[in-house]
């Protein structure tokens, strides 16, 4: 019987890792970027000069790990513009039903609402999944506050928990694409098509994924276990959703190793050569998004891969949906129930596959 994809991977001593300079009608600049001919194309005749020290992308290993430092340096150089500490007046909205407002001198552009929460109770820190500013902006609870504000601390059973569901399938949609690459190892080259995805109406968090020489795969019941395993091992390590706006620039390097994403950001700038755009954080895991979305991946309860099917582009190109289930931490349900919603999350999830 042949191997399965992912039990090849799992073998895999990954002792040599190839390198890919060029794939699927992809060029690499001098830095070592991977980027489509058309992007390239235009940064050469428009002069653009790559950073030489870039060092060559290696693997998934040292993809991930290379994308992280760009991540942790621009981070810092963000952090290191705040010269001066500038005192907001934070109004907390009732955190309790019963309780009463709370003042609270914070510090602009540092100071975050998961830091008011901590300095009200422990239970409100845990709890609070999702932050809303002056009753008009979702916040991220994770996310600087840069002005005197009124400030909202939102959780799965408050009475506006539609924006914390958003949030919760978003944040479940990112974690997911986190960990199928590293089912994949560099057995076969992985890239995510579909950015973090909040529809409730499909019935399933989705990620859309290409996978390189892999057109004829049926997952089995085992592969899909597996997977679920894999998110299972990242969830009680409360990664944070971490927020980072960056330039054009830093966003092509972030995502050079992605067609898809160069190809977003090329349509992006050619409206607006400035636009800076929203990037997350999860773990290891970097993704273009423009949230909101939850604390971490501890408030994630129960959670599941629930199936993958094969589909095909505009283009013909094959691409596997994959699809999950998931309840927060916060709530309970019925065993019966969700099973009931674990089997309709298996169907098919036809969300921006109308065309």
Excluded at 29 to 37: I, Q
Excluded at 189 to 216: H, R, T, W, Y
Aim: proline share 5%.
């Amino acid at each position: 019987m042949q191997p399965s994809p992912l039990s090849l991977c799992r073998i895999s001593k990954l002792v040599h890792i190839s390198l890919r300079s060029y794939r699927l009608g992809r060029r690499v600049t001098p830095a070592g970027y991977y980027v489509s001919p058309s992007w390239f194309d235009q940064r050469i005749s428009s002069q653009f000069e790559p950073d030489s020290k870039v060092p060559r992308l290696v693997g998934l290993e040292g993809t991930i790990k290379y994308k992280n430092q760009l991540f942790d340096e621009e981070k810092h150089r963000q952090q290191s513009l705040i010269t001066r500490f500038e005192k907001i007046e934070v109004n907390l909205e009732k955190p309790f039903p019963d309780g009463e407002d709370f003042v609270l001198m914070m510090n602009a552009n540092i100071s975050t609402p998961y830091e008011c929460a901590i300095h009200i109770h422990q239970n409100l820190k845990q709890r609070s999944a999702l932050a809303l500013v002056n009753g008009n902006e979702y916040w991220d609870i994770h996310r600087p506050l840069e002005q005197s504000c009124k400030l909202t601390l939102l959780h799965f059973k408050h009475e506006d928990c539609m924006p914390v569901n958003y949030a919760f399938w978003r944040s479940c949609s990112m974690l997911l694409a986190s960990v199928i690459p590293k089912a994949f190892h560099d057995e076969y080259q992985v890239q995510i098509i579909s950015k973090p995805m909040a529809d409730l109406s499909g019935g399933s968090f989705i990620c859309d994924v290409e996978v390189e020489n892999l057109s004829d795969w049926k997952p089995t019941s085992e592969e899909i276990r597996s997977i679920t395993s894999l998110i299972w091992d990242e969830t009680p390590k409360a990664h944070r959703y971490e927020r980072l706006q960056v330039s054009g620039e830093m966003a092509a390097k972030l995502f050079a190793d992605n067609s898809h994403r160069l190809s977003e950001l090329e349509k992006s700038l050619k409206q607006d050569a400035n636009r800076q755009f929203t990037i997350y954080r999860c773990g290891q895991h970097i993704e273009l998004s423009d949230g909101p979305m939850i604390g971490d991946t501890s408030q994630i309860g129960s959670i599941f891969l629930s199936a993958i099917h094969p589909l095909k582009g505009k283009n013909g190109s094959r691409f596997y949906r994959f699809q999950g289930i998931a309840m927060p931490k916060q709530l309970n349900i019925n065993p019966f129930a969700y099973s009931l919603i674990r089997d309709r999350s298996k169907h098919l999830n036809s969300y921006g596959l109308d065309h």
